[in-house]
Structure formats: C-alpha cells, structure tokens
C-alpha cells in the first residue's frame, strides 16, 4: 500500500492506492457517510456502500447534467446533510465528477471522498480536484475546483471490470508516462500482459506512478493556468472525437494522443520514432489509433473548447516521452492534422 498527499486550496487530499475500500470508515474517521454511486457498482459492490443513505445516479454521460445534480440536491437535504457530512462518490468517473460537484456546492461544501471503482477513475477522474457537468453536451463547461479529502484505490473493485474498461484507463497511464514519466512508459512497453491480466503487481505499479505525475502537477498547479495543462495531452482532441463519435473517453484519448504526436512530429518537435512508439503501446492495449473523423464536426466542438484563447486551442505537445510542453494551435493547423 502506498499514500501520496497532494495539498490544494481546499485544504489536503490523501490518495491510498492499494488499500481496500473497507478501511474508509478507518481512514476517513466516520462510521456513517451518504454515498452517491450508480446502479451497476450498487450491484457489484452494494456490501462496501454503507449504512447510511445511498443516492443513485443514472448510467452513461447522458447523466452528467445539471438535472443529475439537482436530483442528488434533494436526496442530500431529505438525508439532513450538513457540512460535516462526508459524501462519498462510489463508482467510476461519471459518479465522482458528479460527486464531488454535488458535494463541493451543497452547503456551499460538504466533506467529500472517493473510491474509484474503474481504472480511468482510480488514475485520473478521482484525483486533482476537478468537479464538473457537462452542458448542452460538451464536456465539463461547469464545476469547480476542490480536492477530496480522501481517495481510496482499491485494485481488488477492478476485477468486475469489462476488458474494455481496463484499456480504457491505460489510455491515461499511456498519457502519464508520454508527458512526465519516460520509465512508467518502459514499464508498459515491458509489461503489456500483466498489466491486461490486471496483476496486483503491475496495477499498483502503474496507479501509483501515474497518480505520482498527477499529483505533481496539479499540486503545482491546481487550477490549470500552467503546467497542470500537460495534463490534457490527447484530450483537446479527445474531447471531441468522443462527441462526435460518440466513443469512451480512453478510447477517444488514445486517438487524441495519435493526433497530438503526428503534429509534434510536423512541427519538427518530437521524433518520428518515438511517435511510433506511443502507437505500437496503444495497440498493443487494444486501444484505437485509426478512425474516419467528421472534420467539420470535431472543428466545431474544439471551437467551443474550455482551452480555446481567440482562434487557437491550447494543446499538449511532445518533445519526447516523458517530456511535453503547451503550444497554441489553429483551428486550421489542428484540422490539416486530422486530414
């Protein structure tokens, strides 16, 4: 078991990566907590959620709404939820950026908490901070910033887990190790079996390393003016490939990664050998590095990007694995690259 602090405006965060999601009344110093969880973790996982109340969201990103917060508004009041309170966001990203939203206004804050119960949840969604909805189907136009006091990664919950979800989540270790950590991404390259086979070994490893640059990042960084941005490497691109296409999130980043690689190599920045690299990884992990795009449509979306300054995006690009930097894009660059 390792913990790593991470120490924002809201106060501390403490992420237990390798514990197991029985020792939260321990760790977090409650006996009772509302968890906020949806019906698929409810099933797999009901045994973990607590005695106290338990308010259900609905499955998919069609949920990740404003209505949604309402709703868990109104279960918080019937529960008599005060400020001392500790909600705990039980489930994969969905869930705890619905989560931590619902807890971070109510009451204008409650105690809040994680266990992350996907691998995209347990290296990226559950920590940082970031708490948000999306409107009018883009993704995360409105949240806030606020660091969970706890967060548990229990490698035991991904076991019920679709093979699909686990690469899923590696498209984000992929993303860790290219930014900031070349020797996580070796790791990878070595240890593709035992990670797909989610040996606890290779979990721990590769959650304790990715939450490593994150939290670095973002402790230098919380509310995303600077290098927290290295952060977003595929997801300027990702963000809207997966609205367009309407693929996961992993999935949609993996192409994202492909496209930021191809650009830093165009720029003349980044080895064409080591955007092989990065492309023979993500197959490897059965994630996706080809797709017929609707350039109109992915333009539009990047358009109304949070990132956007005028008619440039902000968007991470490489100059080696292990080493990224922020550049401002044209509309027209970034559309030349999806051709």
């Known amino acids: 078991m390792k913990t790593l602090s991470l120490t924002g405006t809201s106060g501390p965060s403490r992420i237990v990566i390798g514990g197991t999601a029985r020792d939260l009344p321990s760790l977090a110093g409650v006996s009772k907590w509302i968890a906020i969880t949806d019906s698929n973790v409810r099933r797999l996982h009901g045994d973990l959620l607590g005695s106290g109340p338990v308010l259900e969201v609905g499955l998919g990103e069609e949920n990740k709404t404003l209505a949604t917060v309402e709703r868990l508004y109104e279960g918080l009041l019937d529960a008599g939820a005060d400020r001392s309170t500790l909600v705990v966001g039980f489930g994969g990203g969905i869930v705890c950026d619905l989560a931590g939203f619902a807890a971070s206004t109510f009451l204008r804050g ?8 996907t691998l995209l949840a347990q290296v990226d969604a559950s920590v940082g901070g970031k708490n948000g909805v999306n409107f009018r189907q883009y993704k995360n136009q409105v949240g806030v910033f606020r660091q969970p006091e706890l967060v548990i990664c229990d490698p035991s919950l991904l076991k019920t887990l679709p093979a699909r979800e686990i690469r899923c989540g590696l498209a984000e270790v992929v993303k860790a190790g290219a930014i900031a ?8 390259e070595s240890h593709v079996d035992d990670v797909l086979a989610l040996h606890p070994d290779a979990v721990e490893r590769i959650v304790a390393s990715a939450l490593e640059v994150k939290a670095a990042l973002v402790q230098a960084d919380e509310r995303e003016s600077g290098v927290r941005m290295k952060l977003n490497f595929g997801h300027t691109f ?77 968007a991470v690009l490489l100059e080696a694995i292990g080493a990224a930097r922020i550049e401002p894009l044209s509309i027209e660059e970034i559309s030349g690259a999806l051709r």
Do not use: C
Request: no cysteine; net charge positive; aromatic share 4%.
């Open 181 to 188: 950590d070349e020797a996580l991404f070796a790791y990878l």
């Open 110 to 117: 409650t105690r809040l908490a994680f266990v992350p119960t």
């Open 238 to 314: 990702g963000h809207a490939i997966e609205k367009t296409l309407k693929l996961p999130h992993g999935e949609a980043v993996s192409l994202g990664m492909v496209i930021a690689s191809e650009l830093a190599v165009a720029r003349g920045l980044l080895p064409r050998e080591h955007a092989g690299r990065i492309e023979k990884l993500l197959e490897r992990l059965g994630l996706p590095t080809r797709a017929k795009l609707d350039q109109a449509a992915i333009a539009d979306a990047l358009g109304k990007d949070k990132k956007r300054a005028g008619g440039t995006v902000n």
